[in-house]
């Protein structure tokens, strides 16, 4: 088993910054690639961000693209979400998941993963 926990949310203007970090504890050997995604009220949970096992590859989604940074520090088992240029349509509860069935897989969609974090709140205001 993976337990991942989200820290770092909070309240925000907008064009301002937040840095994420979701730490991995447990079954840690078996976490390869590591991702963000995030839901709204009333909305189903969309994919934001997600990077391979050694760091080499990274995606996101187009919604976000040029403003957030997806990085990771395996000695540390934590994965990290820099988020610039802040909008209020970035509002919503940020999860991090990761994927245990194999080094090459990086899933851009939520049942691709195998664990996930309780979540951490992001609000930006106007």
């Known amino acids: 088993q993976v337990q991942l926990v989200e820290s770092g949310g909070g309240l925000v203007q907008a064009r301002g910054s937040l840095r994420l970090s979701c730490a991995a504890s447990?079954?840690?050997?078996?976490?390869?690639?590591m991702g963000w995604f995030r839901q709204a009220p009333g909305k189903e949970r969309e994919f934001v961000a997600a990077?391979?096992?050694?760091?080499?590859?990274?995606y996101y989604a187009d919604s976000v693209k040029g403003r957030f940074t997806i990085s990771r520090d395996n000695a540390k088992n934590t994965e990290y979400l820099q988020m610039n240029s802040l909008k209020p349509e970035d509002t919503a509860v940020y999860y991090c998941?990761?994927?245990?069935?194999?080094?090459?897989?990086?899933?851009?969609?939520?049942?691709?993963?195998?664990?996930w974090g309780q979540g951490t709140q992001v609000t930006v205001s106007s």
């Open positions: 990077i391979s096992w050694t760091g080499g590859r990274t």
């Open positions: 447990g079954r840690t050997f078996s976490t390869y690639a």
């Open positions: 998941a990761v994927e245990s069935g194999g080094p090459s897989l990086v899933p851009r969609s939520a049942p691709g993963y195998d664990y």
